[in-house]
């Protein structure tokens, strides 16, 4: 009787303790800690992500190959704006301070603008652009959208940097963009291409202007704020009930739905549930949805920040977003940045540097994905990183 009486309290003292360490589990947990667990691998001072854990030997592809050492800025400020929004402060300070030093010590600009991206890991002084030997031509090589500078990227760095406190370096960026890529209305794409030869893009962008209008906003620059912002409004097409995704460089409207153009107005407040709504019923795949119109399967980056916008609005489906996304996850701990193998966008990466040679095309491929766990993070967090 008494060892009876023993159990029966040992399994209710430890169904006490399970119930409790399940009500200090915080939903967001699971993909913070993946992050902060590749965090700690880079030691101490300001460092940068991986974007993407890649295969390596027989079964790497070209992606694997371009991607293996590199940190985009966009994920990267994404992740801190994660860490600091769960109460990791000096984490996410790493990166700022990353990033700070990545835009003082570029080899060659000294203007304010960051690259896309640098070389994940420690930040070098001065700051190392990611890279990869190409096997074909038997040197060093470099990518030249990775080595150029999209606006959006900017904004994010700069949304950190405020987010932050360090209103000094987000200044010189908005500075830079000011002088380099302001358009008559909102600003223009970036700059394309290696050190020597870089284009401007002149196309522009919805979410990259909205991006802009939050950054200025959050920075006290309500003209710049105004002047990004009016491309976003402009960008709305009430006959369809959503934001186009933005202008080609000849100034004309793009057909494309786009997840981060249709949805991020709703986050930012620049656009109506509504018009979400819309969006992510054109995008929609099973419980889940695309990068674009173009895209033919899950994007899970996409999917958890609709799973944020769907929460905001009390919409049930934001539940069935995130269990598609809690579904994909890679031994590390990484959301899978798609569903399937592959996933087109629509999108190609930047205009061909050759006569004769087409452009390169941008697909998704199923590799675990930081920007797509920091999204997922934010999600089950609940917190708006655009708001």
Request: charged content about 15%; aromatic content about 10%; overall charge positive.
């Amino acid at each position: 009787m008494t060892s009876s009486i023993t159990r029966r309290g040992f399994c209710a003292g430890a169904l006490l303790l399970l119930t409790a360490a399940r009500a200090q589990k915080k939903p967001h947990d699971g993909f913070l800690q993946a992050i902060l667990r590749q965090m700690a691998a880079l030691g101490n001072g300001p460092a940068l992500l991986n974007s993407y854990i890649v295969n390596t030997g027989p079964r790497a592809n070209d992606f694997d190959l371009t991607q293996g050492t590199v940190a985009y800025v966009y994920d990267n400020a994404l992740a801190g704006l994660l860490m600091l929004a769960a109460g990791h402060r000096r984490e996410a300070q790493r990166i700022g301070q990353a990033l700070a030093l990545a835009q003082a010590h570029d080899r060659k600009f000294t203007d304010g603008r960051l690259r896309n991206s640098y070389a994940a890991g420690p930040m070098a002084i001065p700051a190392k652009l990611p890279g990869f030997w190409n096997a074909k031509t038997h040197q060093w090589d470099e990518d030249p959208y990775q080595t150029g500078t999209d606006t959006g990227p900017v904004a994010w760095a700069m949304l950190l940097w405020t987010a932050l406190g360090m209103d000094k370096p987000a200044n010189s960026a908005g500075n830079f963009l000011d002088k380099q890529l302001r358009a008559p209305m909102g600003y223009y794409g970036g700059f394309y291409g290696y050190d020597s030869s870089q284009q401007k893009l002149t196309w522009q962008s919805t979410e990259q202007n909205l991006d802009l209008a939050v950054a200025f906003r959050k920075l006290g620059r309500s003209k710049d704020a105004a002047h990004a912002a009016a491309f976003v409004h402009a960008a709305y097409d009430a006959r369809a009930g959503l934001f186009k995704a933005g202008l080609t460089p000849e100034g004309k409207p793009s057909a494309m739905v786009a997840a981060d153009a249709g949805i991020w107005p709703y986050l930012a407040g620049l656009g109506s549930a509504a018009s979400a709504t819309s969006a992510i019923g054109k995008l929609q795949h099973g419980l889940g949805i695309g990068f674009s119109s173009a895209s033919h399967g899950i994007w899970l980056e996409g999917t958890a920040f609709a799973a944020l916008a769907l929460k905001r609005m009390k919409n049930p489906l934001s539940e069935d977003f995130m269990q598609t996304v809690s579904a994909n996850l890679s031994p590390q701990g990484y959301v899978y940045a798609t569903v399937a193998p592959m996933l087109s966008t629509g999108l190609t990466v930047g205009p061909s540097l050759q006569k004769g040679v087409p452009e390169q095309r941008f697909n998704y491929y199923r590799r675990p994905s930081l920007s797509a766990t920091s999204w997922a993070g934010l999600a089950a967090l609940d917190v708006n990183p655009l708001a």
